[in-house]
């Protein structure tokens, strides 16, 4: 079925459509999933006109314990897709900068960076809430139809996905058929194997709590306290709840059950939390609501399909100490949709799929930027025996204490509202060459000598095996991929 486009403001009527699309289950676009990245891609694209067929497994309101966390980057792609008022009336919170803690020391940076409207800061909130405000923010579009239902497989016919086959609640099985089918059914995607290389690393799990009634040290800014061996990310997600996740290195955690974590944080990260906090933490142990989940990266390497696409965690995932997944999602939403506006029809699906192979290369200059801080940040932040990383954070904290000039670049890195590669990378190695400069000066000694190396030979092992699996062609030299050069499909 060919799109409707939509007039200069944005208004279509498809009362006619509609009544076809509700009563012969067809579509343009088949979207997999109605969490953050689906719900927002179907109110983006249907607002454009396409008729949206949305597939997910459960539409109350989901009780999860990621995606709370809405960096200064991903709330400005939000306003550019108007769901800006999906933060209101979920008692969210602002979050308006970031604060290291380690050992007494306290490294505050504040958004937003100089030359940046005052509004842009960060949002906290209980993703559930968020999630349903955006649902229905898609529902609200009368090309847009949500449906209750499983997805068990792709529909493929000699290369090219057709749609899905899905369970909805009667449990018999069903197809549903379109031009384009868009898997964003999170990290635990059943559907993406097909459509990438998945390789997930798991280097942690997050060991998650709710403080209540207590206040942050620095009111509405997130924390990051570097404990010993675990480190701990607060921020605020409603009025009187603050989220507490507990990074433990590795992919087993101490028994929930047995009373090990309770021991584990009580014995080992409660003595390293701030004093203001240390109440509401013992508390929140014993009353013993405790939920883990494994923190899992996934570098994007998309097997180009005819008929498909992948967005959102099921696509790319980082470590999630920077709160950047959702900023990545809405910015590839906000980007596929800018793509699919000139086509005319989604049904020469090779065509289409070469033209949308741009989008993999279009996506790096945020989605790396993201990637790279996230996980560079962990590796460097976590503790570590060996003195070459430990003189690295500590390089690190005191770069950033240096300046505004300092502080504003990484605010506009981290909060994703200058997402360049390039400058991540010269931020970072100007960091190293100033830990080795605090080493080396006033007299160098032998000790001091091999440390300074071993601070380089640290640097360079943790970034450039991230900055390859992002790709370096693709983000250092885009013009020269061929695919960045792609123009929209002629209508046949």
């Known amino acids: 079925m060919e799109a409707l486009k939509s007039s200069g403001d944005g208004e279509c009527s498809f009362k006619t459509t509609m ?19 689906g719900s927002a891609l179907a109110y983006a694209l249907g607002k454009d006109g396409w008729l949206v067929h949305v597939f997910e497994r459960d539409l109350t309101e989901p009780d999860r314990i990621v995606g709370e966390l809405l960096q200064p980057g991903g709330y400005s792609k ?11 009336d979920i008692d969210a919170q602002r979050v308006a ?45 009368p090309n847009v139809r949500l449906e209750q239902g499983t997805v068990v497989s792709l529909i493929e016919e000699k290369g090219t996905i057709k749609g899905v086959r899905y369970k909805p609640n009667t449990g018999q099985e069903l197809t549903a058929l379109a031009p384009l089918t868009i898997v964003c059914d999170g990290g635990f995607s059943n559907l993406r194997r097909s459509l990438c290389n998945p390789k997930v690393d798991v280097p942690s799990c997050a060991v998650c709590m709710v403080l209540e009634n207590c206040e942050l040290p620095f009111a509405n800014h997130g924390h990051v306290v570097m404990a010993d061996p675990s480190l701990v990310l607060m921020f605020p997600i409603s009025s009187t709840e603050i989220r507490c996740m507990v990074d433990v290195l590795g992919q087993k955690v101490p028994s929930i059950s047995s009373g090990e974590m309770a021991h584990y944080l009580k014995t080992k990260i409660a003595p390293q939390m701030p004093p203001e906090l240390y109440g509401a933490f013992m508390s929140a142990v014993d009353k013993g609501n405790i939920r883990t989940t494994p923190n ?6 998309p097997c180009p399909t005819p008929g498909a696409l992948l967005l959102g965690d099921a696509f790319n995932m980082r470590h999630s100490l920077t709160g950047g997944g959702m900023t990545v999602a809405l910015s590839d939403i906000v980007l596929l949709r800018n793509l699919l506006r000139p086509v005319q ?35 460097v932040f976590s503790a570590s025996p060996h003195k070459a990383r430990q003189e690295i954070r500590k390089a690190l904290l005191d770069f950033l204490g240096l300046g505004s000039m300092f502080t504003n670049q990484a605010l506009s890195l ?16 100007a960091m190293a060459v ?19 190396a071993g ?3 640290e640097a360079t092992a943790i970034v450039f095996p991230i900055v390859k699996a992002e790709g370096v062609r693709q983000m250092f030299f885009p013009v020269t991929v061929p695919a960045y050069h792609r123009a929209p499909p002629e209508r046949k």
């Open 455 to 457: 601070l380089i030979s």
């Open 97 to 141: 900068g970031i604060v290291f803690l380690m050992k007494g020391k306290r490294t505050r940076m504040s958004y937003p960076p100089e030359n940046i409207h005052s509004d842009m800061v960060g949002r906290g909130f209980r993703n559930g809430r968020f999630i349903q405000k955006m649902r229905e923010k898609a529902a609200s579009l």
């Open 296 to 301: 899992r990266i996934m570098a994007a390497d």
């Open 414 to 429: 981290y909060s994703g509202l200058s997402p360049r590669p390039l400058s991540l990378l010269l931020f970072f190695f």
């Open 78 to 88: 939000l306003i550019e897709l108007g769901l800006e008022d999906c933060v209101e």
């Open 19 to 37: 009544a076809k699309t509700k009563n012969e289950g067809r579509a343009d676009i088949i979207v997999v999933g109605a969490g953050v990245a």
């Open 345 to 379: 029809d989604l049904h020469d699906s090779y065509a289409l799929c070469k033209y949308l192979e741009s989008f993999h290369t279009l996506r790096k200059p945020m989605a790396s930027t993201i990637n790279i801080l996230a996980d560079s940040m962990h590796t």
């Open 434 to 452: 100033y830990g080795v400069g605090r080493l080396l000066l006033p007299f160098p000694s032998r000790e001091r000598l091999w440390l300074a």
